[in-house]
């Protein structure tokens, strides 16, 4: 075979390799959905890895998956009340509580994980192409392994208070899937100021703290004055928390106003979300 021949064989075989241009999005909400499922391997794997490195090398295990909600139970009961007498809508105080913790530590663990995702994973996003949106769903939905050990207790306080769930358990996952999405919409805001803005990381811990005060979790919608009821329908882990009481506790028919408010709510908040995040990848690898 003469060199000239091995030149032009060389030359078919590159140009019959597939190559891929990557560029950058266009338009505010260029979601491909087709490319996240292509790459649904790589969200397994941040899912499992992030559930791995949290109980890696503790003591107590999954059981701090318990301890957090079952012990802030404990102090609310003590606090609101024991000493501030905080009304429960005719439910054991305990159970009321903890049927609230339990969609709140969902959406409150998932906005803190999602939010340090991308920063967290700088070296695997300055090196190789993926979807990034993928790092902070990833980092929400691996939180829905604590959130099924510490539901495992709910179940438990049903039983001890004589509490039978009615067919409103139904759409208990409709609740759970609003609770996570509301996470990823805050998160994708927050993980894409966190790339550019560091100091975005520290200011969650105490923005999550006042949003769980601004929460129905230790006192019901009802306490409410009645004109201020619409604006604070405005936070989605309103409506979440008043379906999971109606869901679980067979609760009297809650404000649907409040939940399809709150729902209207998470679902502005996830597209303005996407439209930002797919806005400002592109410059995730140099700032980063």
Same mark, same amino acid.
């Given at each position: 075979m003469s060199v000239l021949?091995?030149? /032009?064989?060389q030359a078919r075989a590159t140009s019959a390799v597939a190559v891929r241009v990557i560029e950058p999005s266009r338009g505010w909400l260029a979601l491909d959905f087709k490319e996240l499922w292509d790459y649904r391997e790589l969200l397994y794997f941040l899912i499992w890895r992030d559930v791995k490195i949290k109980y890696k090398q503790t $003591?107590?295990?999954a059981g701090w998956a318990i301890l957090q909600p079952f012990l802030t139970m404990i102090i609310f009961t003590l606090v609101f009340k024991k000493i501030a007498d905080i009304p429960s809508d005719n439910i054991p105080y305990p159970i009321f509580v903890y049927t609230a913790l339990l969609p709140w530590n969902l959406f409150s663990g998932g906005l803190n994980r999602a939010t340090a995702s991308l920063v967290a994973q700088s070296n695997l996003i300055s090196k190789v192409y993926?979807?990034?949106?993928?790092?902070? $769903? /990833?980092?929400?939905?691996?939180?829905?392994?604590?959130?099924?050990i510490a539901f495992t207790i709910l179940v438990g306080m049903m039983f001890w208070y004589g509490i039978v769930p009615?067919?409103? !358990?139904?759409?208990?996952?409709l609740f759970i899937a609003i609770a996570l999405v509301a996470a990823?919409?805050?998160?994708?805001?927050?993980? /894409?100021?966190?790339?550019r803005y560091h100091d975005v990381g520290h200011a969650i811990p105490f923005l999550v703290q006042i949003w769980m005060f601004a929460s129905p979790v230790a006192y019901p919608v009802s306490a409410l004055p009645?004109?201020?009821?619409? !604006?604070?329908?405005?936070?989605?882990?309103a409506g979440v928390i008043?379906?999971?009481?109606?869901?679980?506790?067979?609760?009297?028919?809650?404000?649907?106003?409040? !939940?399809a408010v709150s729902s209207i709510a998470m679902i502005a908040l996830l597209?303005?979300?996407? /439209?930002?995040?797919?806005r400002t990848e592109r410059t995730f690898a140099d700032l980063i």
């Open positions: 021949e091995s030149e /032009a064989g $003591i107590i295990g993926f979807p990034r949106m993928i790092v902070p $769903i /990833a980092a929400t939905l691996s939180g829905v392994v604590d959130f099924a009615t067919a409103a !358990i139904l759409s208990l996952p990823l919409s805050v998160g994708l805001w927050l993980s /894409a100021f966190n790339v009645e004109r201020w009821r619409l !604006i604070y329908s405005l936070n989605p882990l008043e379906g999971f009481r109606w869901a679980l506790l067979g609760k009297e028919s809650p404000d649907f106003v409040v !939940i597209f303005s979300g996407i /439209a930002y995040f797919r």
